[in-house]
């Protein structure tokens, strides 16, 4: 029997929408399509899955519960909310800033003005939270998107977040990461790392569930 059977599990995915103004908003690039996997192949085996998804295109996969946010506050508070559980996967790309206030009223062109500044604040980190968090899961899985020097910003997150795992991978590499059914991660916990792919996500998901069931075992 997996050693995911029965336990609960809460997975974040997907981007975050930080509005701006009724028609607009700064979001990113992220698919959601990795979270889901990772939510979808913890379900078929046995996990009491809770998803919660940032704006995504994509299908709930089955047995899991999912919960539709749109802005990093309301993914933070919707996973605050399903704490307590035994792992917590933080695969969202959650936007590091959002606007200081949202403007009830559509942001008109100013004549003259060639030139826009938006005043930006720093959004709630929720996977550190999550990891420092009374009510802490056992284990506490982050994900780094980097374009570079991958394993130093990795490791540097696993430490600063106190996280048990860190999935990296590097974007703006073609066929990889971003809306890509393929992925390439590299999983990094404080003894050593694992290579998980090239491969489906599908796949990629199944590998990096072997690592965390090893640690719950
Ligand atoms: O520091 P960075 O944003 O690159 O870290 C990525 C990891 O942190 C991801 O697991 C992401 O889900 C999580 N994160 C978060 N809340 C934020 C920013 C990032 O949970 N506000």
């Known amino acids: 029997m997996s050693a995911l059977a029965g336990r609960r599990v809460v997975v974040s995915a997907g981007p975050t929408f930080e509005d701006l103004d009724p028609v607009r908003f700064l979001g990113n690039r992220s698919s959601g399509k990795m979270g889901f996997a990772v939510a979808s192949a913890a379900a078929a085996r046995g996990a009491d899955v809770v998803l919660v998804a940032g704006p995504v295109h994509l299908p709930t996969p089955p047995n899991v519960t999912r919960i539709d946010v749109r802005s990093a506050a309301q993914m933070h508070a919707a996973v605050t909310a399903a704490l307590p559980c035994d792992v917590y ?12 206030s949202i403007s009830p009223n559509k942001l008109k062109k100013q004549p003259g003005q060639d030139t826009l500044t938006l005043q930006l604040v720093r959004t709630r980190d929720i996977l550190a939270e999550v990891a420092s968090h009374p009510k802490r899961p056992r284990l506490v899985v982050g ?13 540097g997150k696993l430490v600063a977040k106190k996280l048990d795992l860190i999935a990296a991978n590097r974007v ?24 998980l792919g090239p491969g489906a996500k599908s796949d990629i998901a199944g590998g990096l569930l072997d690592l965390i069931e090893a640690r719950l075992a």
């Open 143 to 155: 994900f780094a998107a980097e374009t570079h020097d991958v394993e130093t910003y990795a490791r």
């Open 89 to 100: 996967i933080g695969a969202a790309a959650v936007a590091d800033y959002t606007p200081v």
């Open 172 to 195: 703006g590499v073609e066929g990889s990461g971003f809306e890509s059914d393929e992925n390439t991660l590299v999983a990094y916990d404080a003894n050593g790392a694992t290579t």
